[in-house]
């Protein structure tokens, strides 16, 4: 069984890597003269990396619908 | 621009987080190399490259904290920039007290990461600085013959060469020979400096504050 506290901890990878991404392909377009190809790379990483992030979120969503409704108005204990 | 003055490894499990920190370190002027796993790095492990380390704190297997801890028990412990989620306090404590020199939480943002790097990079170059001189120092003392380091423990330990030959029942003149080559072998210009590479290769009874 997964945690909510495992999938917190797994949507930050994909939203390290679209930062990550997004950044370096800033400063290679500021740099002047980027390897598009590259860049394009960078697109595609973000694009699967936003996707992967929704599929955690969408999983996130369903746990807390299955949650009983006493615990989700509660505060912890 | 800076100036690169070593490398970045980046050791994560996660393909996407280890490509885009690659990018994103190589489009700031840095070199990088990255690994998917501890073992993996430490397999490739060599002390003598200038570098830090990027590692995240949470893999599977051999986690950051044991990564560490190897490390630490090696030769050369390379600086460390820990990559971590916000839930991670405790392990993160533990972490800085064993010597990290930084902790970050996913996502990282540029001027965190960067500044990070920057200061882990000096740390690397001081710590470097000083492991190379005890490196060295060990490499040659290990050049030394058995008789040879029997002569220099004498020597470091403050006895005179009629003394030595007495002890080693040999002639002075013999001591004699055996103290140059020592002197020429470890690259040592005077009897202090002498006691100094002795001290940092660790040789026993080479430190002056040591009474039998």
Redesign the interface.
């Known amino acids: 069984m997964t945690a909510p506290e495992t999938l917190v901890h797994e949507l930050r990878q994909p939203l390290t890597a679209i930062l990550s991404n997004a950044q370096a392909a800033h400063r290679m377009l500021a740099a002047g003269s980027p390897d598009l190809r590259e860049v394009r790379e960078i697109l595609s990483d973000i694009i699967a990396c936003d996707k992967r992030a929704a599929g955690i979120l969408g999983r996130l969503e369903d746990m807390l619908k299955t949650a009983a409704p006493k615990t989700r108005f509660g505060h912890g204990e | 621009m800076k100036k690169p003055a070593g490398t970045l490894f980046i050791v994560d499990d996660?393909a996407?987080?280890r490509?885009?920190?690659s990018?994103?370190l190589?489009?700031?002027g840095y070199l990088t190399r990255t690994f998917a796993s501890a073992p993996d790095f430490l397999a490739e492990h060599d002390p003598a490259v200038p570098g830090c380390l990027i590692l995240d704190l949470?893999m599977p297997g051999m986690g950051g904290l044991e990564l560490q801890e190897a490390l630490a028990t090696s030769s050369y412990r390379r600086p460390i920039i820990f990559?971590t989620?916000r839930?991670d306090i405790s392990k993160s404590v533990h972490a800085m007290k064993s010597g990290a020199v930084n902790f970050l939480t996913?996502?990282?943002?540029?001027p965190d990461l960067t500044a990070a790097v920057e200061e882990a990079l000096e740390i690397d170059a001081a710590e470097r600085a000083a492991w190379l001189e005890r490196h060295g120092a060990a490499e040659r003392f290990a050049t030394l013959t058995p008789r040879e380091r029997q002569v220099l423990r004498h020597v470091v330990s403050g006895k005179i060469n009629k003394q030595i030959a007495a002890d080693l029942g040999t002639a002075e003149k013999t001591i004699k020979v055996h103290r140059s080559r020592v002197m020429r072998k470890m690259h040592a210009g005077s009897l202090v400096e002498l006691v100094k590479l002795a001290s940092l290769a660790g040789i026993p009874g080479s430190n002056a504050q040591q009474h039998r």
């Open positions: 996660d996407q987080v490509r885009s920190l990018r994103l190589r489009a700031c949470a990559l989620g839930g996913k996502p990282v943002d540029i």
